[in-house]
């Protein structure tokens, strides 16, 4: 006879205190804001990894801008394919380490749900609309704690949450601290990952745009972490392990348990990354429309203001059960568009129609 499906979850719960790192996340320790009832066949992190997979924002992800704002070309990167490839190298490297996968998962799932049309365009126009900077990962964590389930959230476990919150950095370095250090070396697994995944897609895309060539790389950076994507990734994603093999259960762990990269690899990675920003992210014909993204979004999120009427329905309803500036639920609805709904909708509300004869 098989056993009751209330044992799968038990048996999982239990190969995780019996083959993780002691010093990797238990599911069966995380804990909600809210009572929850247990999945019979899931663990809890399993549970916070589908509920993020199976919603709009995560599918909406497809649809919005990595780098290159609406690319025709079928193999650019999407925000769709960043969160995949951030996911699948924090899990290596948990696996390596004896972490909990199903938590790295799940943080890699969510960690980008509140990215703005247009990518960082986007976020810059609207932080120019409201006044005020627009963050990501806040909208990321607001998604998941507000926005979804009619204002309910998602009621996920608080180390999912802190994991999405955290994942983002300073410009100065892939392990700044800018938005605290998660407690959980999962979450700090997702921050360096998510580095490791965009510097080396973006110059992948970047090359394949005619932006940069392999020639116009760093030379002494490239000799140290290899020639190709594949190479690089892999000498990052090695050196993160080996570096913090302590987190394995093997070895004494330092005093301050922060994960992070050896200080040569680091310097070279952070050293890559400023020559994406001073070539590609800030200074290339990949930014050439982002004047236009300002003035789409800035007319998109001001029509609305005015016209708090034509807003979803369900953002009112939580907009005013919140007691929330209008303001807040415009936020929430121009920043979930992707690249073409939004500019469908400033097509519908600012260029003229045409008439057939």
């Not at 982002?290 to 007319?299: G, P, Q, Y």
Request: with cysteine; glycine share 6%.
């Amino acid at each position: 006879m098989p056993p009751s499906h209330a044992l799968v979850r038990e048996r999982l719960e239990a190969e995780e205190q019996s083959r993780l790192s002691p010093l990797a996340a238990r599911s069966a320790e995380a804990r909600r804001d809210r009572p929850d009832d247990e999945s019979p066949v899931r663990t809890r992190f399993q549970r916070d990894r589908d509920r993020i997979l199976h919603s709009k924002p995560f599918r909406r992800l497809k649809h919005k801008t990595q780098v290159f704002i609406a690319p025709l070309g079928d193999h650019y990167r999407t925000r769709l394919t960043h969160t995949l490839e951030v996911t699948q190298i924090a899990r290596t490297v948990a696996r390596a380490l004896r972490l909990n996968e199903d938590l790295v998962e799940a943080i890699g799932m969510g960690h980008d749900l509140g990215h703005t049309p247009f990518g960082h365009a986007g976020e810059s126009a609207l932080s120019h609309a409201q006044g005020h900077s627009f963050r990501h990962n806040e909208q990321s964590l607001r998604i998941v704690e507000v926005l979804l389930k009619d204002g309910q959230g998602l009621n996920l476990t608080y180390p999912v949450r802190e994991g999405i919150y955290m994942h983002s950095k300073g410009r100065a370095s892939v392990t700044s601290t800018t938005w605290g250090t998660a407690s959980t070396l999962e979450g700090q697994i997702i921050k360096i990952a998510d580095a490791v995944a965009y510097i080396n897609h973006d110059i992948d895309d970047a090359m394949r745009a005619g932006i940069i060539s392999q020639a116009d790389l760093p030379q002494p950076l490239i000799a140290e972490l290899g020639p190709t994507h594949a190479e690089r990734i892999n000498t990052m994603v090695c050196d993160l392990i080996d570096y913090n093999w302590w987190a394995s259960g093997d070895g004494t762990p330092p005093v301050e348990q922060v994960l992070s990269m050896s200080p040569h690899i680091l310097e070279i990675t952070n050293g890559l990354r400023e020559f994406m920003y001073q070539r590609v992210y800030l200074n290339s014909r990949a930014k050439e429309d982002d004047s236009k993204v300002r003035k789409m979004i800035e007319l998109l999120y001001n029509y609305f203001k005015s016209n708090p009427d034509e807003l979803p329905a369900d953002l009112r309803a939580i907009n005013s059960a919140r007691g929330e500036p209008i303001e807040r639920a415009v936020l929430d609805y121009v920043s979930g568009m992707t690249d073409r709904y939004a500019i469908q909708a400033f097509n519908r509300l600012y260029v003229p129609r045409t008439w057939g004869i």
